[in-house]
């Protein structure tokens, strides 16, 4: 399977492993996974620990531009714009992936 990717795909690969190497960003992906969609003060309120509005609305952006979670709607809240995201079949391979990874015990050589 591996012989089968070329370099655009291993460019691809590697910006996705980065972006859920910051443990705020695969909490968004595991909240998102239980719920249809929410907005970033949403998935702010659902965090596990205390994560700015403003950090969880840029790691939002990201994990969208990698194409992880996608634009869900929007509405208006008191004169501005709240956007919505929900989790694509990308990202929900990713997070299934994460979790095959997680169960995978420690292995010290």
């Given amino acids: 399977m591996a012989a089968d990717l070329d370099t655009h795909d291993l460019d691809r690969a590697a910006a996705a492993f980065r972006a859920l190497a910051h443990v705020t960003r695969l ?6 996974r239980e719920h249809e ?9 659902a965090l596990e620990h205390d994560t700015a509005l403003a950090n969880v609305a840029h790691h ?16 208006p809240v008191r004169g501005a714009i709240e956007h919505f995201y929900k989790l694509t079949p990308h990202g929900i391979g ?12 420690a292995t010290h050589t």
């Fill in 94 to 105: 990713l997070l299934e992936l994460v979790g095959r990874v997680a169960d995978e015990p």
């Fill in 27 to 32: 909490q968004i992906l595991v909240v998102l």
């Fill in 37 to 45: 969609q929410l907005s970033p003060t949403q998935l702010t309120a």
């Fill in 60 to 75: 939002t952006r990201v994990l969208a531009k990698l194409g992880l979670v996608a634009p869900a709607g929007t509405r």
